[in-house]
């Protein structure tokens, strides 16, 4: 579809059927993204699936990312789900997460997720800046002041990379980046609980039993301390800087002081300006001789990722990468391309942890591919960004609008009906 705009009517074959996924996954002002896995609003899902409204709908994609920001905590951050009504059908819920007394109405996890919302609401934006000036206008101070909270919460002593402290932070739950940091944590005391996810999809393609008692352990962590950033900080076990996560927080900057002078907000303008200045530069520590490419960064021990992952590639997408990097980065990604059928595979298909249908250790995630092929073109790799866009189709035409594919095969794997794919397809690779 490519951006074009449309009325629904107008929209046909799999483009209406896209559409259609993101109405009937729309829940009053927000979206969640998949009916029965995933029932609540999720942030970084809530921002990308604007994109798939604003091919059809402007002002029902405005609401997606008002009604994502309008959870925001008063600390700055934007939680990762936000419990809008009751249902039991995922786990961990409100009780776990505790967070009534800071979150309020309604609850939400204690968390947060890659900061995409800034570059969606450029987008949004740009389309009819004089139709839409008023509304961003109104969010731009809330981008703002979450930007701020990853500075100040998760890098508190300015090393210029953000940290996570749980998995779920970053959006891919099972990297097997995680796997020798969550090593160090003590899970003897999480109990037993019963996970909702493997009701409902194939086990083998979710986190194993033992990343879900890790998880749970952070999640009780941050639940014991009040969700405290200085105590997270400082005491965490779980605190690492990944590519994906910091590039995407790169890009938001880069976008927010786009809007911001675009709309004379010339604080918002500074503040952001002297922030991107702090992650360009501490970027540089994510990047690994050895590996050949941008890494996770285990902060408690100072010590790089073996492999490479789909979040490598973000690096384009979050500001320009020094050329002779960016042809080395060019030529691995090529690579991996010639060793699956579908790209780009969430983790090295070459590496010994690689599995292709579990979750983020290896399968293709249709959004993640609309960032890496926005980089890559940015930096003049039009080829290759065309072969991810075509991929991706190629990917929902066979197997329909799952969560994520395997890169071998092809075949779907996750929730159905996902709105982030269906997004996808619609605002860009269709
Ligand atoms: C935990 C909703 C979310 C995505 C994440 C994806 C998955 C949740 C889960 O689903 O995570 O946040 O329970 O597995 O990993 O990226 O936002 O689609």
């Known amino acids: 579809m490519s951006q074009m705009r449309l ?18 996954n729309d829940r009053g002002g927000y979206t969640v993204p998949s009916a029965k896995l995933y029932p609540f609003q999720w942030n970084w899902d809530s921002a990308l699936v604007a994109l798939g409204f604003s091919v059809f709908d402007s002002d029902r994609a405005w609401q997606e990312v008002e009604s994502l920001l309008s959870a925001q905590w008063d600390n700055g951050m934007v939680p990762h789900i936000i419990f809008w009504k009751e249902e039991k059908s995922y786990f961990p819920g409100p009780e776990q997460w505790g967070t009534t007394d800071i979150a309020k109405t309604p609850p939400t996890s204690g968390i947060t997720q890659p900061p995409v919302a800034a570059t969606v609401i450029e987008r949004l934006l740009a389309e009819d800046i004089d139709a839409h000036r008023d509304r961003a206008a109104k969010l731009l101070p809330k981008l703002d002041r979450w930007h701020q909270w990853f500075l100040d919460a998760r890098d508190p002593d300015g090393r210029g990379v953000v940290a996570i402290m749980h998995p779920w932070e970053s959006g891919r739950d099972n990297l097997p980046d995680w796997d020798r940091p969550l090593s160090f944590i003590d899970t003897t005391g999480v109990g037993t609980y019963h996970r909702r996810d493997t009701d409902i999809v194939n086990k083998d393609e979710r986190p194993k039993n033992d990343d879900y008692d890790h998880y749970m352990a952070l999640v009780r962590f941050g639940r014991d301390c009040n969700w405290n950033t200085d105590h997270i900080a400082r005491n ?15 890009r938001a900057e880069r976008d927010l002081i786009n809007m911001a002078t675009l709309l004379g907000q010339d604080d918002i303008a500074a503040r ?159």
């Not at 107008?10 to 059927?17: D, P, V």
């Not at 996560?245 to 790169?250: D, G």
């Open 7 to 24: 009325s629904l009517d107008q929209l046909t074959g799999t483009n209406r059927r896209a559409a259609d996924i993101l109405l009937g």
């Open 272 to 430: 952001a300006t002297a922030r991107l200045a702090r992650l360009d530069a501490g970027f540089e520590q994510l990047w690994s001789e050895t590996v050949g490419g941008y890494v996770t960064l285990d902060l408690r021990r100072d010590e790089h990722a073996t492999g490479l992952t789909s979040g490598s590639w973000l690096a384009m997408f979050a500001g320009p990468v020094e050329p002779a990097r960016a042809t080395k980065m060019a030529a691995t990604l090529t690579y991996w391309l010639s060793q699956v059928k579908h790209g780009v595979p969430s983790f090295d298909p070459n590496h010994e942890l690689f599995d292709s249908i579990r979750y983020w250790r290896g399968p293709v995630w249709a959004m993640i591919n609309w960032m890496i092929a926005t980089g890559l073109i940015e930096h003049g790799e039009t080829d290759l960004a065309d072969r991810i866009r075509r991929d991706t189709q190629a990917l929902i035409d066979q197997s329909d609008f799952r969560e994520y594919f395997c890169p071998v095969t092809g075949r779907g794997g996750g929730g159905t009906d996902f709105s982030w794919t269906a997004s996808m397809s619609l605002y860009w690779a269709a």
């Open 236 to 250: 965490c076990p779980f605190w690492v800087a990944e590519p994906g996560m910091n590039a995407i927080l790169r």
